[in-house]
């Protein structure tokens, strides 16, 4: 398909995103650089240690994408790029730390943002907290809401706040597209312990902007993705509870369909196992909604929520990136 030129109505146009997150200093193979988007979105941990190796290792990932625009943000891991982070990190740590070595295996202060702001000829944009807006290639517009901001209960890495402080996310309606490397409360934000990660802070500000999507990561056994049916009007305190109509809303894929539990059928566990390797040589899982088809997005009553972490578990070390097709409005 050609992404630049596929035209849905004469005020939309089709858009194809590319989406990942968590890849934690790897790199893709050729299924997915083959793959023809017009966005590619990385929502988050760039690195596992934030070390300037993994940040070259993440460069060339990006530059092989085969995507016009690159909308990148810093997850938690990615700590030198929240400097204050990264000067306190330094100044504490104990025995005291040979600057020489610091800079060898990290980089200077501000250095690695640099590096990345410096890729914008290469259609890489390294955003920060805020509203971008975008006019793309195919005659499409994109605005898009980026935070990097992660709830913690401790710890020293990057982006992150306190669930007692919380975060103010400024997404205003209209906003096409929110970037966020933590997912919101109640969508795709399970860990493994069967506990919630995700902020109901954020998912207040969802609720209330309604954006055609919203990708995330973080948290890795949350990959999948959903399309929510708001309710109504938002509630004055908005909650997955109260402000989704579940009846109306269809989850489009997650790792239940992929890997194997003990309550399944060896038949069942071969299909998973079929399913995985049929994603692999496709290099992505792909969806779309669009005008025609099956399911269209209805804009301001649904989102599609993606968590596209890729780095997985020893069982099914690497899911797969995402591949979706919505329409935009046409540049005016």
Not at 143 to 150: F, M
Not at 153 to 180: A, M, N, S
Not at 237 to 245: A, E, L, M, N, V
């Amino acid at each position: 398909m050609n992404t630049t030129q596929a035209t849905s109505s004469e005020n939309h146009i089709k858009t194809r995103f590319l989406i990942v997150s968590d890849t934690h200093g790897e790199e893709f193979g050729p299924e997915v650089n083959s793959l023809e988007a017009d966005v590619a979105i990385h929502c988050g941990d760039l690195t596992e240690e934030s070390k300037v190796e993994e940040y070259q290792t993440s460069m060339r990932l990006l530059k092989n994408l085969n995507a016009r625009l690159k909308l990148v943000i810093a997850g938690n891991h990615d700590f030198t790029m929240d400097t204050p982070v990264f000067k306190k990190k330094v100044a504490e740590a104990t025995p005291a730390l040979d600057p020489v070595l610091v800079k060898r295996e990290y980089g200077d202060f501000e250095e690695m943002k640099q590096f990345f702001n410096e890729a914008e000829a290469a259609g890489i944009h390294f955003l920060g907290e805020g509203t971008c807006k975008f006019e793309l290639e195919n005659g499409a517009s994109l605005t898009v809401y980026a935070s990097p901001y992660t709830m913690s209960l401790g710890g020293d890495w990057g982006f992150q706040y306190h669930p007692d402080q919380g975060h103010e996310f400024c997404i205003e309606k209209g906003v096409d597209v929110v970037i966020t490397h933590g997912p919101p409360n109640g969508i795709m934000d399970y860990t493994d312990s069967r506990k919630r990660a995700g902020c109901p802070h954020l998912f207040g500000a969802i609720a209330r902007a309604r954006p055609r999507l919203h990708c995330f990561g973080h948290i890795h056994e949350g990959w999948g993705a959903k399309l929510v049916t708001w309710r109504g009007q938002p509630s004055e305190i908005p909650s997955h509870f109260t402000d989704i109509d579940n009846s109306k809303s269809v989850v489009i894929d997650s790792l239940a369909n992929l890997k194997a539990s003990r309550f399944d059928t060896p038949e069942t566990i071969a299909e998973k196992s079929k399913r995985r390797d049929s994603l692999h040589r496709e290099g992505c899982r792909s969806t779309s909604h669009c005008t025609g088809d099956a399911e269209p997005l209805k804009y301001g009553e649904q989102t599609i929520f993606v968590n596209a972490s890729i780095e997985g578990t020893e069982d099914y070390q690497m899911h797969a990136p995402w591949l979706i097709d919505l329409e935009l409005p046409r540049a005016r």
